[in-house]
């Protein structure tokens, strides 16, 4: 179910980075406020975070076993970063960066969120973007231009080597970290 009316959601957007590279966006929102960029991950354990950091740490087995991964925040600034250069026609659109945790993890600390970040749990998107949505300022921009470039990028995830490609390389950098 849309929690935005008319606006539009998109799944599953490979967006040019250059030279090849593309970034994946789980969810994005083209809404009267701006853009909103959703990271989903679904995790279980406790969750040690902190803004600033590059990696962040969950913790299993009430701390018997600890495991690192890349911030989110990162990741979804790098989706970003993509999308802004793709749509610099339109250099007066926000972007909002939400990373959603589903599953069975909890978040024991959570500090330095840059403005425009947020993190929520999946049982409270509904509510988050709500308010999310009456807390900002509406935007006058060319959202069907806009939505027309992101339909672009939707049509990239039938690109089996795009998506191949990509594949490819996050688990290179996974193994490099």
Same mark, same amino acid.
């Given at each position: 179910?849309?929690?935005?009316?008319? @606006?539009?959601?998109?799944?599953?957007?490979?967006?040019?980075?250059?030279?090849?590279?593309?970034?994946?966006?789980?969810?994005?929102?083209?809404?009267?406020?701006?853009?909103?960029?959703?990271?989903?991950?679904?995790?279980?354990?406790?969750?040690?975070?902190?803004? =600033?950091?590059?990696?962040?740490?969950?913790?299993?087995?009430?701390?018997? @076993?600890?495991?690192?991964?890349?911030?989110? +925040? +990162?990741?979804?600034?790098?989706?970003?970063?993509?999308?802004?250069?793709?749509?610099?026609?339109?250099?007066?659109?926000?972007?909002?960066?939400?990373?959603?945790?589903?599953?069975? &993890?909890?978040?024991?600390?959570?500090?330095?969120?840059?403005?425009? &970040?947020?993190?929520?749990? =999946?049982?409270?998107?509904?509510?988050?973007?709500?308010?999310?949505?009456?807390?900002?300022?509406?935007?006058?921009?060319?959202?069907?231009?806009?939505?027309?470039?992101?339909?672009?990028?939707?049509?990239?995830?039938?690109?089996?080597?795009?998506?191949?490609?990509?594949?490819?390389?996050?688990?290179?950098?996974?193994?490099?970290?």
């Amino acid at each position: 179910r849309s929690y935005f009316g008319k @606006d539009k959601v998109f799944y599953n957007l490979y967006i040019e980075k250059g030279e090849g590279n593309y970034a994946q966006i789980d969810l994005l929102a083209v809404t009267a406020i701006g853009i909103i960029v959703f990271e989903v991950k679904n995790y279980s354990g406790w969750i040690f975070a902190d803004g =600033k950091s590059r990696m962040w740490t969950k913790i299993l087995a009430y701390g018997k @076993d600890k495991y690192r991964f890349y911030n989110p +925040f +990162f990741q979804n600034e790098g989706h970003i970063r993509a999308l802004k250069y793709q749509l610099r026609a339109f250099p007066d659109l926000k972007f909002y960066s939400v990373i959603v945790f589903d599953g069975e &993890c909890e978040i024991k600390s959570l500090t330095n969120l840059n403005e425009g &970040c947020f993190l929520v749990y =999946k049982f409270q998107l509904e509510s988050f973007l709500n308010k999310l949505m009456h807390s900002q300022m509406k935007i006058a921009y060319d959202s069907a231009a806009v939505e027309a470039v992101l339909g672009k990028f939707k049509r990239n995830s039938s690109d089996k080597k795009i998506v191949r490609a990509h594949l490819q390389k996050v688990k290179t950098l996974q193994q490099n970290q």
